[in-house]
């Protein structure tokens, strides 16, 4: 019996040190967007946008058609909100071990947009999803209840 001990304690912090690292890998996702975000309230699309191009699986083209998309609606929402302000982030959402989203407030002089970035994991490796932005900031309130 007393041999089993040392056993169990090593998958035990085993078992531990991977739920750090898996925490640890899910904050890198924050600070990855966080690192985005400080682009993207400059007006710097592409700059934003390519911070997550190597943590994003898909083809080169659907991000730089992402990105022209986006400069293409820009000027529409200065026009209709004014001025970039600041970033605010609201929280982040997780869904088992495999998706991490984090939500953030783009806050404009008149108004704010969401903006979301989510993140999937099939195995061992955190990736972008999923990336956009509406100005449907209702979804919000729903964890402030």
Do not use: C
């Not at 912090?13 to 899910?26: C, Q, V």
């Not at 404009?108 to 509406?134: C, G, Q, R, S």
């Amino acid at each position: 019996m007393p041999r089993t001990i040392p056993y169990i304690l090593l998958l035990l912090s085993l078992y531990l040190g991977n739920l750090k690292a898996d925490e640890a890998a899910a904050m890198d996702t924050k600070k990855l967007s966080d690192h985005a975000m400080k682009y993207l309230i400059k007006g710097d699309i592409s700059g934003g946008i390519d911070i997550l191009r190597p943590h994003w699986g898909i083809e080169k083209t659907y991000i730089d058609k992402f990105i022209e998309e986006t400069k293409k609606q820009w000027p529409n929402l200065n026009k209709k909100y004014g001025k970039e302000v600041e970033v605010e982030f609201i929280r982040t959402e997780v869904i088992g071990d495999s998706y991490v989203r984090h939500l953030y407030l783009y806050k404009f002089e008149k108004h704010a947009i969401k903006w979301t970035l989510t993140f999937y994991k099939a195995k061992e490796k955190w990736e972008v999803n999923n990336l956009n932005f509406d100005e449907n900031i209702e979804p919000l309130y729903e964890k402030a209840k």
